[in-house]
């Protein structure tokens, strides 16, 4: 357990967050302006459709209860968008057969952490296959937008030790992404008297 407890946090929000901005940053150093914003749409919009299913759970109780159903999951979501991309992005310049490894072992890097919520017990299995699903669609779509492009020339030494410098986030306390839905959603619903609490992950 304490092995996948240390695991599940490659996929905090306060370690993904910076990592999704570093693969921007890096995209528009390498002035590969329109991956840069297809991929800032994909991802935002992904944050946006994981934190809405949560806020509307809990500010007004909608999920789907036949499936125990409360919102998207958020690290699974965001494992399985950032890792496939990562290494697409570091393995670009490879041929076609190492590139396909690359994207397969960032779309398992994702399943993991999604196996990993499980095992943790945080999330039901509706709540953590939506989440891969929905990171799936954002990863494989960037791919398939940025695959049909130029190859991007730039150093991709930079991501890599980017992402090493980020590792010292792991270390620090999680995002209270809880409480931040929670008064996002009281403030929305109006009233905190029916607000729906759960246990919701650290996201």
Known sequence: MTAWLAFTKLADTNFTMPLAALLAVWLATARAWRPALCWCL?????????AASKIAYVGWGIGIAA???????????RAMSIAPVFMYLLLQEQDARKLRLAVLAGLGFGLLIGISRLVLGVHSI???ITGLLLGAIISLGFIAYAH??????FDRKLLIIG???LLP??????????????????????????LHRHPTEQR
Request: proline share 3%.
């Open 163 to 165: 992402a090493i410098a």
């Open 148 to 153: 049909g492009r130029a190859t991007i020339v």
């Open 169 to 194: 986030i792991l270390s620090f306390k999680p995002a209270p992404t809880e409480g931040w839905i929670e008064r996002i959603a009281i403030y929305l619903a109006g009233s905190d008297k029916n």
């Open 42 to 50: 994909l991802f935002g919009g992904g944050i946006f459709l994981v």
């Open 126 to 128: 509706s709540e953590v």
């Open 67 to 77: 499936i125990d159903f409360k919102g998207f999951s958020g690290h699974a979501m």
